[in-house]
């Protein structure tokens, strides 16, 4: 069964290698935070890397103003417990700046996460990416090298030899660093059982209102409301991953603990990403362009 816990042990090892070596040799490093599970568990590694001081940099939530309710509360909860500073950059701060108010929030995620790295002089950013998730995350390396406008270029990835990292960058780039490139899904559930680490709500199943719309079970809410001819029904649901909440669906579930979640997971064919996100159906190359403007 994979998730045993000398594979555990494995990868947690590789990260707390990952975060040390950031914070020996870059300058200002930040820790994006989403509030999901990949979330939850870098900021779990972060803290055992340092341990017993703190976590020696903040963290930054890109807030779309489209969050479920139950993510925002454990974002706070959770910098609490960690006694980490939390920065939070508004989308809707762009939008009111007169960003293309036609653009989607989930979009515009990008622009405001780059002018947040850049507005703070942050030379490295963490992020839960795993290559597992879909085929352009597959293709990033742990450092990923950013230009002066933020952007990613696969072509132009630099070798990463066993775990010899490089961080050389000139004033305005960055550096994104992946230390959870090589978990799979199946590792971060193991992990989350392990540690008894704690996640909104969301990820458990619950009784919802849906909208089945392509394929896909979304939530009722305020922010998404049913259209002409669609049916609204109640289920029980849960999230494989938490994003916007106009286009991050659910999926049928009865798992309420990390057991019953890794059990569903190991049975299932469809990657979390394809079983839940709107925004990666725009085309087959939705998540690369998005990177290459500079998204997460």
Not at 29 to 57: E, M, N
Request: proline letters at 5%.
């Amino acid at each position: 069964m994979r998730g045993d816990r000398s594979q555990l042990e494995v990868l947690e090892s590789e990260a707390i290698h990952i975060f040390r070596e950031v914070a020996a040799t870059l300058e200002r490093p930040v820790l994006l935070f989403s509030g999901g599970k990949d979330s939850a568990v870098l900021l779990t590694l972060a803290a055992h890397a340092f341990w017993p001081g703190p976590i020696p940099f903040p963290v930054l939530h890109v807030d779309t103003g489209h969050n479920f309710g139950e993510v925002l509360e454990f974002r706070d909860a959770a910098v609490a417990r960690h006694g980490v500073r939390l920065l939070v950059a508004d989308v809707a701060a762009d939008l009111a700046a007169g960003t293309d108010p036609a653009a989607s929030r989930n979009r515009l995620q990008s622009r405001t996460l780059l002018r947040a790295l850049r507005e703070n002089r942050f030379d490295a950013a963490f992020g839960g990416a795993r290559r597992d998730e879909e085929k352009a995350r597959a293709k990033e390396r742990i450092f990923s090298f950013r230009d002066e406008f933020g952007r990613w270029e696969p072509r132009n990835q630099r070798p990463e030899l066993w775990n010899l990292y490089n961080g050389r960058h000139r004033p305005g780039e960055h550096i994104r660093v992946f230390p959870l490139s090589n978990w799979t899904e199946l590792d971060i559930w193991a992990y989350i059982g392990a540690e008894g680490i704690e996640l909104p709500s969301l990820y458990y199943a619950h009784r919802r209102q849906v909208i089945p719309r392509d394929g896909l079970l979304l939530p009722r809410s305020p922010l998404l409301e049913a259209g002409p001819g669609e049916e609204v029904f109640e289920a029980t649901v849960r999230f494989r991953t938490v994003g916007d909440a106009t286009c991050t669906a659910c999926v049928e579930s009865t798992a309420t603990t990390p057991e019953q979640v890794l059990a569903e997971v190991t049975a299932t064919r469809v990657s979390e990403r394809g079983a839940t996100r709107v925004d990666d159906r725009f085309s087959t190359a939705g998540m690369e362009d998005r990177k290459r403007e500079g998204y997460f």
